[in-house]
Structures are given as structure tokens and as C-alpha cells.
């Protein structure tokens, strides 16, 4: 299944619209193109979750809060806020 299905599969059970006013919904990393068969369903994307992802190879984490809740400045590796998203893309699942 291509990504872009998946998403719109999960946009009938949870519209977007019904998402708290400032809510960072959707795709925030990778293609909507990537073909996608396994999903790894988490509370938060943490570094341990990401590298659980890649270590186990799902493409795509699906999470209940969102990667960023703010806008980014920067990518890094070592920063609390970007750590996750950095192991995502050099895993290859960005």
C-alpha cells in the first residue's frame, strides 16, 4: 500500500478537522509515494522508538502526538527535539 492511501484511510477514522486548534497533524516525514507494509504504532516518537523502527524494519511510525510540535531551527542528532527524526532519516525512513 502506498503511503498516501494509508493516510487517507486513517483521515476517515480521524479527520483532521476534529484535531485541537494548533495541532500538528499529518505527514511530517517522508514520501507520500513510499510503499508501506509494516506500522509501528506508538504514544510518542522517542529516540527508542525511532531506532526501533528502523532496527526492526517498519516504514512508517504512526503516533498519537506529533514528531514536532514546534517548528525547527536546525536537524541535529544530539538535540532532545530532532534526535528521533535524525535516526528516522539516516535509517532510510525519510
Do not use: W
Amino acid at each position: 500500500m502506498r503511503l498516501n492511501e494509508f493516510i487517507a484511510i486513517m483521515e476517515e477514522i480521524a479527520p483532521p478537522a476534529l484535531a485541537q486548534e494548533g495541532d500538528n497533524v499529518g505527514l511530517l516525514v517522508g514520501r507520500e509515494d513510499q510503499e508501506i507494509r509494516r506500522v509501528l504504532v506508538a504514544l510518542d516518537c522517542t529516540p527508542e522508538v525511532a531506532q526501533e523502527a528502523v532496527t526492526r524494519g517498519f516504514d512508517l511510525v504512526l503516533t498519537h502526538h506529533p514528531l514536532f510540535y514546534h517548528p525547527q531551527r536546525s536537524m541535529l542528532p544530539d538535540a532532545p527535539d530532532t534526535r528521533a527524526a535524525c535516526i528516522l532519516l539516516r535509517g532510510g525512513a525519510g
